[in-house]
Every structure is written in C-alpha cells, then in structure tokens.
C-alpha cells in the first residue's frame, strides 16, 4: 500500500468518526451563546476559541461536519448512478445517442457553477436541497466521461465479442463484464469526486447559499469570520483547516487507489 493511499485512509476514517461523534455524541449545544466569552482565545475549555456570538468553535466545527460530509456523499453518490447509467448508455450505444448524450454533458459542463446553484435557490429556495441539486447537476459530467471511456475501450474487446456470439444480452454485457472492469477507475474518481463536493460546498456555503443560520456550516463560518480576521483569527482558521484537511483527506484517498490500480 503506498503513503498516499495510507495517508487518505487514516485521515479520512479520523474525519468519518468525527462526523459520527456529531451524529450521536455532543455534550454541549454548539448553538449556545454567551457573550461574557465572546472572542475568547483557544484554552483549555474552549479548545478552538469562541466566535462573535460566544459560541464553542469546536462544537460547531464538529456538528458542521455532518452537513458537509451528508450533503458530499448524497451529491456524488447520486452522480456516480446517473454518470454510470449515461455513460455506459453512451458508450456501449455509440452513433446519435452518444453524441446526443455527451453534447449535454458539454453543455452542463461549460455552465459557471455559481450560476447554476442560484437558478437552483431561485427556484428551489435558499436551502441544502437546492445546493444539492446545483452541485449534482455540475458532478454528473465528469463520471459519465469516464464511463463513456471506459465502455468504448471494452465493447470491442475479445471476450465481449464472444459474449455476444452466445447470445449474451446488453444488459448483461454492459453490468456483468464492462461495468467490473471500470470499478478501480470509478472508486478512485469517486474518492476524488468527495474532494471536489467538499470544496465546492464550502464554497457556495462562503457565498451564502445552502444551508442557513443557526445550522453551522464550515463556509459560512469562514465567511462570517473574515470581518475579524485581525482580531479573532482562530475564528477563521479553524474552518479554514477543517476544510483543507478533509479536502486533502479526499485527495489523497482518490490519489492512492489512482496509483494503486494502476501498478
């Protein structure tokens, strides 16, 4: 196993039960507020410091982690199934239904992500769901991409020929016998997809779409923090550093089984 794979692996499961902690254990509200403790440095009892509002950084670090890590795995769960189903209907298809297919893909590809997330909210409203939607809508081009790939290096293969002179179905050629042989390159896109929903989350999170006020989100407590980055940085910094880590957690997990398959 190499030390980028190891790597992704510890950080990733360290983050994973984090984000459990916050599911099922938290001693404290991480919406409470008192302002005799405003701006507090990082201590004993605060950790990571208070914020604006005399609330514990690291409860609401913590309790962040859910909605993040929720709203990544639904995003490129559901993009992986239609990047599957498209691509492999693409590829393994060819002629005018490839090209129809991977011309929506360009299209949705060229489309600014920030624009496409405030059609969402202004269709669906400023919530997580619409996000979801925007963010889903913008993954779904780069899965099925790599499907498409993948199905026209294979259909043309020997043993797939030969599943066809047996009378083998399509169905059963394209999920039995295409579908397997893609799975390394689909786990570690995946892992790589989990980094960019991460990054892309945050992001909108910063510009204030998604989830909202009181829930905590890690972009929009760097967001909300930047007007006292002089004062409190550690307001800042510990959103700051929970994202870069899960982000190169992602990175490096996707990187390590890039390189692991492809020895």
């Given at each position: ?18 984000s459990l902690t916050s599911l099922f254990w ?10 005799n403790i405003r701006f507090q440095k990082p ?221």
């Open positions: 196993m190499n030390t980028t794979l190891k790597t992704g692996i510890i950080l990733t499961v360290l983050i994973l039960l984090i938290l001693d404290q509200d991480y919406n409470a507020m008192d302002s201590s004993l009892t605060h950790p990571l410091g208070t914020d604006n509002f005399g609330r514990n950084i690291l409860l609401r670090i913590i309790a962040g982690s859910r909605y993040t890590i929720v709203l990544a795995v639904c995003t490129v769960a559901g993009a992986v199934v239609l990047g599957v189903a498209l691509g492999l209907f693409a590829g393994y298809s060819g002629g005018i239904r490839d090209e129809m297919v991977m011309r929506l893909m360009d299209a949705i590809h060229s489309f600014p992500g920030i624009l496409l997330a405030l059609v969402m909210v202004a269709i669906l409203g400023n919530s997580q769901f619409s996000l979801f939607i925007a963010l889903l809508i913008l993954f779904i081009p780069s899965f099925t991409r790599i499907m498409r790939s993948g199905a026209l290096q294979y259909k043309h293969k020997d043993f797939i020929l030969a599943e066809r002179l047996l009378g083998a179905s399509h169905a059963r050629i394209v999920f039995i016998h295409i579908l397997p042989n893609l799975a390394p390159s689909l786990l570690s896109a995946t892992a790589l997809g989990f980094s960019n929903a991460i990054l892309a989350e945050a992001a909108m999170n910063y510009l204030g779409l998604g989830i909202q006020p009181p829930l905590p989100s890690w972009g929009r407590m760097l967001s909300e923090s930047q007007s006292f980055l002089y004062n409190a940085p550690w307001c800042a910094l510990a959103p700051g550093f929970a994202i870069m880590l899960t982000v190169i957690a992602f990175h490096c997990l996707g990187e390590g089984l890039r390189r692991k398959f492809g020895e």
